[in-house]
């Protein structure tokens, strides 16, 4: 695991770079999105890079980590409609190049299913974007989360709730119970996972994450098994470290 202490827009550049390099030698990579503020300024950094200089993401496609149940198809802050305004749209993707967990699906069991089989079937994701939440979560993986999971249906814990009620004009009654996500041995398969955490509220999930104890109870310690994992992080999450 390779930690890296730096401001902000430091961060976002070094998070751009490692997508920028692995787009200029293999066009066609699969890139894991993520949703949540902490990406916020890599999609700023890419949209940049392609208006400027020409980085493309014709030919790559892209997986996104989670999606919340329910939601309607046009709402703003379904999960699908945030990437693509945060990035989809601002950069070159093909059409249907950008796929997402369906949380509108009549058989939720089976879209899990269906996802999996997507990511495989494009060959795995070669770089995941992350970022964690203050309890450790990864993706929409609460903590108790089997370190062994795959794509599948959970719910969301009050705490992720209250976090993500900010986007929800501040009504925790207004996000979502349940969400899809993929599993942790989902995450894992990816071939380099860069995860992003800033601010102090980050500081004890990103202590766990580094150096605690290989737990459920901390999602994000899992990543300590992976064999390229890149952990961003600014002065105030790096705090506890
Ligand atoms: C949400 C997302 C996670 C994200 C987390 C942290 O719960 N499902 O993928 O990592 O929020 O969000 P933020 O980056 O806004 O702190």
């Known amino acids: 695991m ?6 902000g827009p430091e961060l976002a550049r070094i998070a751009a770079d ?3 390099k692995l787009l200029r030698v293999r066009p066609q990579a699969v890139l894991g999105l993520a949703t949540g503020s902490s990406p916020l300024a ?3 950094e890419l949209a940049r890079r392609h208006e400027s200089d020409g980085l493309s993401f014709a030919q ?14 046009q709402h703003p802050e379904r999960y699908r409609n945030v990437i693509e305004t945060e990035i989809a749209s601002r950069v070159d993707f093909a059409p249907g190049a950008v796929h997402g967990p369906d949380g509108l699906a009549d058989d939720l069991v089976a879209a899990c299913a269906a996802y999996e089989r997507a990511i495989a079937d494009a060959g795995g994701v070669d770089l995941q974007l992350l970022g964690i939440g203050t309890d450790g979560h990864v993706a929409f993986n ?13 719910t969301l814990t009050r705490q ?3 976090d993500n009620a900010r986007f929800f004009g501040g009504d925790v009654d207004q996000v979502p119970t349940h969400c899809l996500t993929q599993g942790l041995a989902t995450i894992m398969s990816a ?10 509220g980050k500081a004890e999930a990103v202590h766990q994450l580094v150096e605690g104890p ?15 994992v890149t952990v961003l992080v600014d002065d105030a999450a790096a705090s506890r470290l």
Do not use: N
């Open 18 to 20: 490692a997508i920028e």
């Open 214 to 228: 290989v737990s459920a109870m901390w999602p994000g310690t899992v990543l300590q098994h992976h064999p390229h």
């Open 60 to 73: 790559a496609s892209a997986f996104m980590l989670d999606e919340y149940v329910g939601l309607p198809a």
């Open 191 to 200: 071939r380099h996972l860069v995860l992003l955490a800033q601010g102090r």
């Open 160 to 162: 992720t709730r209250e």
């Open 2 to 7: 390779e930690v890296v202490i730096a401001p």
């Open 142 to 154: 609460e903590p108790g989360s089997s370190l062994a999971s795959r794509t599948r249906i959970k």
């Open 42 to 44: 890599v999609y700023d």
